[in-house]
């Protein structure tokens, strides 16, 4: 197929004319062949042009199909058919890519190029229309009708449009300094009208798709019609264009102007004390290689301006310096492309991470969804859970997965809102706050930020930070986030933050609402052994300069450390144990004393010391003795609750720094046996006669919350009845006091800390049944779970017969 660029008068005048008056003999070019048998005619697509009646163009081919057609067409002296492409793009052509009116042409001369390509020099003469294809290969062959070129009755008005065509196409040549002298000679000199006019519109600046409309149309007036219109559209282009242009040169003048009054100012500044020249060229080299818009650069000039106004020795200027230092190392509008191959950040994040399946999909569906849309903001994840479960290192895969900078900024302890939205840049040692610092530490405007320990932000005399975040984390206000040491909005909406918190009860109630909270349980015993064995172990050796040959844990060893010797919903103690057996094998290395590679379990209690009893049933085997589960900030545990029975007057106290609603649940707890000692089998003698006392061991530590209720109702049942609670049994829920169990929350961590502690019945109030079954199987199967929905089913099930 031939390849033809959209051609103007500089290809035709220089490559069509010049090659023609060197090669061929003009004249020989206006003689018309003679050739009426020819009737299937080879058919030659091109590309970016449209072949006119009475035009000589030069046509380069590089196909072989192409070569041969027109090579073969000269030995035969044939007619070649030449049509365009609807479509410029396609390489290989059908039938359908093919407009169906074209031009005949004869072939004058083919010379042949050094890289092997041909130019045919070809002359136009007579439109046609295709009838039919005859043959596709080596080249396309169809049968055809010529068309014949209408003339228009009304001489001397076509003549006056055609005067009007060549009055504008010299202006144009004039206008356009791309378009050569020459073609402003060669229109003047044609007086043939249908010569002209199909010479302009051969080589005037239109579409291909117009030319062809041009092509196609049988009136020679309304073709100059419709090619005068285009013309006038052209004409009005170039007069925009020069406008501009000239518009260009005064503000180019204006700026020299500026520039030379600059130099002044440097020169006068340099004899007062030496000027600013080296810090303001500097300043302006980086901002040549920022990328910005004209909002930003704009103020950043009046920034630089204002630099250049004060005396070196001035504080002043140092304030302004650091200013646009800060100014200039910002990234702006410079963003890392982010990485959407999913399958590849599934496998990160697996690598990375034993379990935390929920946050893992959470964060391929937002990758997914970005890859699709392609301009999405990104979300404000909030990870929740106990210490130690991977919540910041998990940021850490979630940037490498996607490709981006990672910063962790530490919210823990925060105080002063100036730490997020930055100080006054008048002030003494004025900063940016952290959010922006972080910005210019990734260099790209699109990093992963991990906000760490929200819960623990503070609140003081200098504004509550709390508060500043929140436009931080607002999808919808941090396009344009207002830091005061920067004095202008910056945007933030690209930058994927994470935060991770222990506890929500510490966090503002609208900040919650602009963050998408996911809860992070502990981990499970099989987990633990997981993640020791991909991780942990080989941390530590490699920490303390150990091979892996050096010491080996197995499965057995691994869980009786988890079982004996820590109590957490996470791993950090699991490491802790970890380390201190490679330490005590570092220690037998650099002695070079023998050991067993291999540690077994009775050496890890001699490493570690002696193990935590395992057993409950000795704790909770006596009357009034239950076990009850608990929510913390480090994840679920176990507590006991304990009552017992002395003389007196019916009086309840409690110890054990318990909280206004647990002193309240235990309260409820008595006035409800009081209420139904008949049912329970009571007598109202016992209860008049006993003063009942209700202890929580552990008394140091603060407790408080209603999901205590139920345990302390069977506490006190049972110490009344003297029979004992079923062993290896607990329980968790509310009480009211028309006997009815409320559900409570923090379900998955109470069962996770039940079943490290060898529990296996749980009872539960029948609304936490959607919680239980939100919870993998795995994490449940050595638990029996009970649903209730009256303290009566509490008692049945609690105490033994």
Sequence with gaps: MAEFDDLNFDEIINDGFSIVAEEINLSDLMNEPTNNEQTVFPILPVRNMVMFPK???????????????????????????????????????????????????????????????????????????????????????????????????????????????????????????????????????????????????????????????????????????????????????????????????????????????????????????????????????????????????????????????????????????????????????????????????????????????????????????????????????????PPGVGKTSLGKSVADSLGRKYVRVSLGGLHDESEIRGHRKTYIGAMAGRILQSIKKAGTSNPVIVLDEIDKIGQGIHGDPSSALLEVLDPEQNSAFYDNFLEMGYDLSKVMFIATANSLSTVQRPLLDRMEIIEIAGYTLEEKVEIAKRHLIKKQQDENGLTAKSFKLGNPELKHIIDAHTSESGVRSLEKKIAAIARWVALQTAMEKEYDPKISIEKVDEILGVPRPKSLSEITGVPGVVTGLAWTQVGGDILFIESILSEGKGNLSMTGNLGTVMKESATIALEYIKAKHDEMGISSEDIQKNNIHVHVPEGATPKDGPSAGIAMLTSIVSSFKNKKVKPHLAMTGEITLRGKVLPVGGIKEKLLAAARAGITHIILCEANRKDVEEIKKDYLKTLKISYVSRMSEVIDLAIEK
């Design 55 to 385: 035009v000589v163009i030069p046509i380069t081919a590089g196909r072989e199909m192409s070569i041969k057609l027109l090579e073969e067409a000269q030995k035969n002296n044939e007619f070649i058919g030449i049509i365009s492409q609807n479509n410029s793009s396609i390489e290989n052509p059908t039938e359908n890519d093919l407009y169906k009116t074209g031009t005949l042409a004869k072939i004058i001369k083919i010379i042949k190029l050094p890289e092997g390509n041909i130019t045919a020099i070809t002359r136009g003469f007579q439109r046609f229309t295709v009838k039919n294809f005859t043959q596709s290969q080596p080249y396309f062959k169809a049968e055809i009708i010529k068309l014949k070129d209408v003339t228009s009755k009304k001489t001397e008005e076509y003549a006056a449009l055609l005067e009007n065509i060549k009055d504008l196409a010299l202006k144009i040549v004039e206008l356009d300094p791309n378009i050569p002298s020459a073609a402003n000679f060669a229109i003047k000199n044609m007086n043939d009208n249908e010569d002209l006019l199909n010479f302009i519109c051969t080589n005037a600046n239109f579409t291909s798709a117009q030319k062809q409309k041009l092509l196609e149309e049988k009136s020679l007036m309304i073709r100059a019609q419709k090619c005068y219109e285009l013309m006038h559209d052209e004409f009005r282009k170039l007069e925009l264009r020069n406008q501009i242009h000239l518009k260009t040169n005064r503000e180019l003048d204006k700026s020299q102007r500026e520039y030379f009054l600059n130099q002044q100012i440097r020169a006068i500044q340099e004899e007062l004390g030496g000027g600013p020249e080296s810090d303001v060229e500097e300043l302006l080299l980086k901002s040549k290689k920022i990328k910005w818009n004209d909002e930003v650069e704009s103020h950043f000039q009046k920034e630089i301006n204002r630099l250049q106004r004060q005396n070196p020795n001035s504080p002043d200027y140092n304030v302004q310096r650091n200013y646009l230092d800060f100014f200039t190392d910002l990234p702006w509008e410079n963003y890392s492309k982010d990485i959407f191959d999913i399958t590849k950040a599934q496998k990160v994040l697996d690598k990375a991470h034993f379990g935390l399946e929920d946050i893992k999909k959470r964060i391929l569906e937002h990758m997914a969804v970005l890859k699709l849309k392609n301009n999405m903001k990104s979300p404000i994840l909030c990870l929740v859970g």
